[in-house]
């Protein structure tokens, strides 16, 4: 295929990405990379879960694309558009595998910090609302709260979407990080240090609604492997990004794991078990798929197995007293 070719298809795979991980105020989170797979829990239920009470479910799901499972399954009956919830997403199968006497997955695609607050907004026409903030799900009953969210606060796939359009470079062999970086100043890092305080803001409101809830703030999976030059023909980055893409993938989840421990919550690692599960390896050991999916996923996504094994990742935590 030659270069103009590449870059064409590059450029549609980008604007699919910016499309699945749109929402009122930004896209989905950022790069690096991936251990032998944890043991997965059983397949997740086709339904919500049993109905919750007037006080909130037991487990209550927050969180963006990664945490909704955009694209791996059928859509669950009942979800707003916007969100393309699955029932195979990792809160699912913790819901099964903990046997939660009620539950309620409002995860939503394209979710930033401020969405958990307010009807979210967004998809293909802009127009898709959520019918309810995320935190309505929310209630003194509640015992158990994942939370995935950050990445789209940071603007994932308008990270993704640059970097990719760039790697064919002709003129800098860094195209991404020289996007990013201005006058030595590293702006993606400032964005994560931004999104720092939403995150407590986040926290602290799901203790002021669900005082006696267990908070776990669930980390991004490995994206990129940690060596290497990477794999133009899943996720087109120029060899000379890949450093500075890991850096930023672990400047968030350490922010993550940071405002965790804050904010009276568990972080739950995500990236350590995905090391050799990144976008790289061949389909039955990848979790994330590439720009065009060859595997049920939206673009730069966990597919089915990555869900799995953030589900596994989460469980061991969440079986803890």
Not at 174 to 195: E, H, M, S, W, Y
Not at 203 to 220: C, D, E, F, M, Q
Not at 251 to 280: E, F, Q, S, W
């Amino acid at each position: 295929m030659g270069q103009g070719r590449i870059l064409a298809a590059t450029a549609a795979a980008a604007a699919l990405l910016l499309t699945a991980c749109s929402s009122s105020s930004g896209s989905d989170p950022a790069t690096t990379a991936a251990a032998p797979a944890p043991t997965t829990p059983a397949a997740a239920p086709t339904a919500p879960g049993p109905a919750a009470g007037p006080g909130g479910s037991a487990y209550v799901a927050l969180g963006d694309s990664y945490s909704a499972g955009v694209k791996i399954s059928a859509t669950l009956p009942g979800t707003p558009a916007v969100c393309a919830r699955s029932a195979d997403n990792y809160p699912h199968i913790l819901a099964k595998a903990l046997n939660v006497p009620s539950f309620t997955d409002v995860t939503c695609g394209g979710a930033v910090t401020d969405d958990f607050a307010a009807a979210q907004k967004g998809g293909a026409d802009g127009n898709s609302i959520s019918p309810t903030p995320q935190y309505d799900a929310l209630g003194p009953d509640t015992k158990l709260v994942t939370i995935g969210i950050g990445g789209n606060d940071i603007g994932f796939g308008g990270i993704v979407a640059t970097c990719a359009l760039g790697s064919g470079s002709t003129t800098s062999a860094t195209p991404c990080t020289d996007t990013f970086t201005k006058n030595g100043t590293d702006t993606l890092k400032q964005r994560i240090d931004a999104t720092g305080t939403k995150i407590d803001k986040v926290l602290a409101t799901v203790h002021t609604k669900s005082p006696n809830a267990r908070i776990l703030l669930v980390g991004y999976p490995a994206i990129l492997p940690e060596t290497g030059d990477g794999c133009r023909d899943k996720l087109p980055v120029a060899p000379g990004d890949l450093p500075y893409l890991r850096t930023t993938l672990g400047n968030l989840n350490k922010m993550l794991a940071d405002r965790a421990a804050a904010g009276n919550a568990a972080y739950i690692d995500t990236y350590t078990p995905g090391r050799g599960h990144d976008v790289c390896q061949p389909a039955g050991t990848r979790w994330i798929e590439g720009l065009a999916p060859e595997q049920p996923a939206a673009p730069v996504h966990p597919n089915a197995l990555g869900q799995q094994g953030m589900a596994a990742a989460v469980l061991a935590t969440a079986k803890t007293a």
